[in-house]
Structures are given as structure tokens and as C-alpha cells.
């Protein structure tokens, strides 16, 4: 009497591979995280991303690795010219030049980004071309960077970043081109 019996054994068999973004977030909206099955590509989970809490302007950039918001933007009035900032996000400014009368967003003002009232985190602003702070690239400008690059002044953190364009510790002739190209007005 052997009596032979077939068993099926339900198994999974998926394999967890990667969260996958399948929807940026924007100031707005959520975004969606997706966590696919390695084998069979099967959607085993789904996320919300919070919106972000601040983007770019469409002159600006913003390093989150570097706490930097790199504009081109010069003689900027306000901070709305550089980031768009999400509902219930606030923010304070330390300006770059500040007098009585005077405050001026050049390269080196600290913008400081609040979550309902709880601070969240810093950046630097850097203007392109923008080494003293004034917010605009000139001859001032020019000048500093050829003082940087012949070795004559170490440069600040800021000040690479304004004539290169990325973190940086020096100032090479291609930035100091880079600068007088936009003192120029040609880049």
C-alpha cells in the first residue's frame, strides 16, 4: 500500500532588490520610493517622500552635500530669487555686507531653513564670480582671484567655490578665466 502523495509547498519567491525613486518630491507634493523584487521586478512595498522643505530658483543650485545654494543670480534683493521654500518651511538670513541701512545677499550669507519653528539646517549662498560678497561679479572680483591664483592671498572656502564653481582649495588660471568671463558678462 504505498500510496505516493504530491505536496506543493508555497514559497516566496522574491528576492528584495533596491528602493527604487519612481517620484521625485517637489516643495509641494510627496515623492514615492519603490521597493522592487530583484527576481521579477514585482512592487514588494511602496513609500511617501516628504516634500522637500526648500528647491532651487531656476538661476540657483542647491548642494545639500556641502550646505551650499550656488546662484548666478547677482544683486539678489531677496532670498526668493534663489530657493522656493515648502508650506510651514521659514527661514532667516545672515547677509553677507549688513549696515543700518544696507544688507546685501552676496556670497557668504548664511540662510538658515526653520520646519515649524525648528531649525533644520544651514547653507552658505555663493554667487558666482561673487569673491568679496557683494553679490556682484567685477573687477573686484577679478582682482582677487588673480591675487589667490599667483599665490599672493589664500583663498577662503567661498571664495574657491564663487571662481570654480565646486569645493575647492585653490584658485587655478581656468577659475580665474571663469571669473572674468563673468565680470563680462559671458558666463
Not at 528647491?55 to 556641502?66: C, P, Q, R
Not at 582682482?143 to 589664500?154: D, G, P, T, V
Request: glycine share 4%.
Amino acid at each position: 500500500d504505498n500510496v505516493k502523495r504530491n505536496y506543493t509547498q508555497s514559497t516566496s519567491c522574491h528576492k528584495t532588490g533596491e528602493w527604487i525613486t519612481t517620484k521625485e518630491p517637489t516643495t509641494e507634493e510627496y515623492g514615492e520610493l519603490q521597493l522592487l523584487c530583484y527576481r521579477c521586478s514585482e512592487i514588494l512595498e511602496t513609500k511617501q517622500i516628504p516634500p522637500v522643505l526648500f528647491t532651487a530658483t531656476e538661476n540657483s543650485v542647491v548642494d545639500k552635500e556641502n550646505s551650499v545654494v550656488f546662484s548666478s543670480a547677482s544683486a539678489c534683493e531677496t532670498i526668493e530669487e534663489i530657493i522656493k521654500l515648502s508650506d510651514n518651511t521659514t527661514y532667516t538670513v545672515s547677509p553677507s555686507i549688513s549696515s543700518d541701512k544696507l544688507q546685501i545677499l552676496g556670497t557668504g550669507s548664511i540662510i538658515t531653513i526653520y520646519k515649524d519653528g525648528e531649525k533644520i539646517s544651514e547653507h552658505t549662498i555663493i554667487i558666482k564670480g561673487d569673491l568679496n560678497g557683494d553679490s556682484v561679479c567685477d573687477v573686484l572680483d577679478v582682482a582677487s582671484a588673480e591675487l589667490c591664483r599667483s599665490n599672493n592671498k589664500i583663498p577662503s572656502a567661498n571664495e574657491c567655490y564663487a571662481a570654480n564653481g565646486t569645493a575647492s582649495e585653490s584658485i587655478n588660471i581656468n577659475a580665474l578665466q571663469s571669473v572674468v568671463n563673468t565680470a563680462l558678462n559671458k558666463g
